[in-house]
T-cell receptor
Framework: SQTIHQWPATLVQPVGSPLSLECTVE??????LYWYRQAAGRGLQLLFY??????ISSEVPQNLSASRPQDRQFILSSKKLLLSDSGFYLC???????????FGSGTRLTVV | GENVEQHPSTLSVQEGDSAVIKCTYS??????FPWYKQELGKRPQLIID?????GEKKDQRIAVTLNKTAKHFSLHITETQPEDSAVYFC?????????FGKGTTLSVSS
């Protein structure tokens, strides 16, 4: 069966520090991968999605970037965090078409 | 691109009452409409979905309706229970990714 792993679960980082969040999927091939951010009390904002290795689409211009170095690995990065980057980051996957996502367990990032 | 509006933002009901959450979407090409439930501090979980060739779908106490002409869809929860308390998100999908509404915080009091 398919599983999605996301880590770390919580992270406290100072302003200006770098960020790397990792997401991996097991049990499937060529998944679509997504990064969403959920600010406190807010909805789910699509940040990036990827339909294949090296293919990244950005939905919201900001100081974050994403990479997909392997088929089932999706990484969210930042060179310098801002206070406004705090939130709950969720990775998700699907196989495209009229299907729902499976979300990872999320990373709660607090920038101080 | 797609835009999804969700109402109400908060909803309080008594146990046993029904709850209705409504969403509208903008992209007529969207063909898939899931609903997710998110408990505090946890990941969203898919609870029901509907495709554009179907007008209504039920799963026990939960039902979803879709009006393609008006571009709106709704979640109906009957006989609400305290464990239904959570944040509910609607979403719509056209070509790329799911676009989510801003969520509805449902509180069921016993």
């Amino acid at each position: 069966s398919q599983t999605i792993h996301q880590w770390p679960a919580t992270l406290v980082q100072p302003v200006g520090s770098p960020l790397s969040l990792e997401c991996t999927v097991e049990g499937t091939s060529n998944p679509n991968l997504y990064w969403y951010r959920q600010a406190a009390g807010r909805g789910l904002q699509l940040l990036f999605y990827s339909v294949g290795i090296g293919q990244i689409s950005s939905e919201v211009p900001q100081n974050l970037s994403a990479s997909r170095p392997q088929d089932r690995q999706f990484i969210l990065s930042s060179k310098k965090l801002l206070l406004s980057d705090s939130g709950f980051y969720l990775c998700a996957w699907d196989l495209g078409g009229p299907l729902g996502y499976t979300f990872g367990s999320g990373t709660r990032l607090t920038v101080v | 691109g797609e835009n999804v509006e969700q109402h109400p933002s908060t909803l309080s009901v008594q146990e046993g009452d029904s709850a209705v959450i409504k969403c509208t979407y903008s992209d007529s090409a969207s063909n898939y409409f899931p609903w997710y439930k998110q408990e505090l501090g946890k990941r969203p979980q898919l609870i029901i979905d509907i495709r554009s060739n179907v007008g209504e779908k039920k799963d026990q106490r939960i039902a979803v309706t879709l009006n393609k002409t008006a571009k709106h869809f709704s979640l109906h929860i009957t006989e609400t229970q305290p464990e239904d308390s959570a944040v509910y998100f609607c979403a719509a999908r056209s070509v790329t990714a799911l676009i989510f509404g801003k969520g509805t915080t449902l509180s069921v009091s016993s």
